[in-house]
Every structure is written in structure tokens, then in C-alpha cells.
């Protein structure tokens, strides 16, 4: 009996240095932080002034290199005048979280995980505008998630439009920077 006590933990000390060094990166968690940071910012309850989606700060820690190049092309050629003064300025003339210039406080904020580096986040921001159908279907975003330097980072977004995935922001960025 002892013998084979001795067995089972010398196999199971096999197995647990057998197991990988580093935890798998959460994809799941700079697409959460990313929606959560909208949906504040379009909550009538909140006080506090929210931290820009795009702010470089989260630029540098949640979106990948490339996408973050896009981003800064984009920012030369804003879809908007400059101020005076100015050389670069936000690319999107609309949320692109919110899907749109006008919204709601977000509602039932779900994030998942569909594998392969692709995360969903669906959430109804409508629902404020009016009663029917079309307000309460869900506003749905496929981020498409990697890994960069150990961390999982935003690679591209597409929103969905109609039921099939739309264009991707980053090559829509890419091309308003001339990339």
C-alpha cells in the first residue's frame, strides 16, 4: 500500500512540473475593459469624467502595435477639421464601441470567449431611443484578440451589421492613414 501511495505522488509531482510555467493570457479582458470604459462614458449616473476608450494609455497596454500604428496614421487625417494649431485629432466622426454618435447607457453587457483569439461582446444601447424590435436588439462587436509580448491585446474589431461581420475598424483606420 505504501508502494503505490509512493507511485501516485511521485506521478502526480511528474504532472504538476509538467504543466506550463506561464497562465494562458485572459483574451477576454481587454475587450472587457474596453466595453466597460464605453458604457461608462454613455451612463448619465456616472459623475466622474471617463477615461477615453482609445486614451494612450490603454492604446499602449490593450491594442496590438499594428492596430495602434493604424490608430496613429488615422490620427493625421481626422474625418474632421483640426483645430489651429493642431496635427493630429480622433479618427472616428462615431463611437465605435457604441456603434454610432448617438446611444444609451449600455445594458446587459455580456463578453465571450468564441476561441481562436476571437472574443463577442454583445449589449443593448438602444433601448432608450424608443420601443420596437430595433431597439432592442443587441449591439454586437467581434474583437479579434492576439498575443503580444505575453499580454492579450486588441487586434481588430468588426462590428456586426445585419447578422454578418462588417468592415474592420483597423483596416478602416489603415486606410484613412494611408497605410
Same mark, same amino acid.
Given at each position: !500500500?505504501? #508502494?503505490?501511495?509512493?507511485?501516485?505522488? !511521485?506521478?502526480? #509531482?511528474?504532472?504538476?512540473?509538467? $504543466?506550463?510555467? *506561464?497562465?494562458?493570457?485572459?483574451?477576454?479582458?481587454?475587450?472587457?475593459?474596453?466595453?466597460? $470604459?464605453?458604457?461608462?462614458?454613455?451612463?448619465?449616473?456616472?459623475?466622474?469624467? *471617463?477615461?477615453?476608450? %482609445?486614451?494612450?494609455?490603454?492604446?499602449?497596454?490593450?491594442?496590438?502595435?499594428?492596430?495602434? #500604428?493604424?490608430? $496613429?496614421? $488615422? *490620427?493625421?487625417?481626422?474625418?474632421?477639421?483640426?483645430?489651429?494649431?493642431?496635427?493630429?485629432? =480622433?479618427? %472616428?466622426? =462615431?463611437?465605435?464601441?457604441? @456603434?454610432? @454618435?448617438?446611444?444609451?447607457?449600455?445594458?446587459? +453587457?455580456? +463578453?465571450?470567449?468564441?476561441?481562436?483569439?476571437?472574443?463577442?461582446? /454583445?449589449?443593448?444601447?438602444?433601448?432608450? %431611443?424608443?420601443?420596437?424590435?430595433? =431597439?432592442?436588439?443587441?449591439?454586437?462587436? +467581434? %474583437?479579434?484578440?492576439?498575443?503580444?509580448?505575453?499580454?492579450?491585446?486588441?487586434?481588430?474589431? =468588426?462590428?456586426?451589421?445585419?447578422?454578418? *461581420? &462588417?468592415?474592420? +475598424?483597423? @483596416?478602416? /483606420?489603415?486606410?484613412? &492613414?494611408?497605410?
Amino acid at each position: !500500500m505504501k #508502494s503505490m501511495v509512493s507511485r501516485i505522488l !511521485m506521478l502526480a #509531482s511528474c504532472l504538476v512540473s509538467a $504543466a506550463p510555467i *506561464s497562465v494562458a493570457s485572459d483574451v477576454t479582458a481587454p475587450v472587457r475593459e474596453i466595453v466597460e $470604459a464605453a458604457a461608462r462614458s454613455w451612463d448619465d449616473t456616472v459623475d466622474e469624467p *471617463s477615461e477615453d476608450v %482609445f486614451s494612450v494609455d490603454r492604446l499602449s497596454r490593450l491594442f496590438s502595435k499594428d492596430f495602434q #500604428s493604424a490608430f $496613429a496614421a $488615422a *490620427s493625421k487625417n481626422p474625418p474632421h477639421e483640426l483645430p489651429e494649431g493642431e496635427t493630429t485629432g =480622433y479618427p %472616428f466622426d =462615431y463611437d465605435p464601441i457604441a @456603434q454610432g @454618435q448617438d446611444g444609451c447607457a449600455f445594458e446587459n +453587457i455580456r +463578453i465571450e470567449d468564441d476561441g481562436d483569439g476571437q472574443v463577442t461582446a /454583445l449589449f443593448n444601447n438602444r433601448r432608450c %431611443f424608443g420601443e420596437g424590435a430595433e =431597439y432592442e436588439a443587441d449591439t454586437v462587436l +467581434i %474583437f479579434h484578440v492576439v498575443e503580444e509580448d505575453g499580454q492579450a491585446v486588441i487586434d481588430d474589431i =468588426y462590428p456586426v451589421v445585419d447578422g454578418q *461581420s &462588417g468592415s474592420s +475598424i483597423k @483596416q478602416d /483606420l489603415k486606410a484613412q &492613414g494611408g497605410l
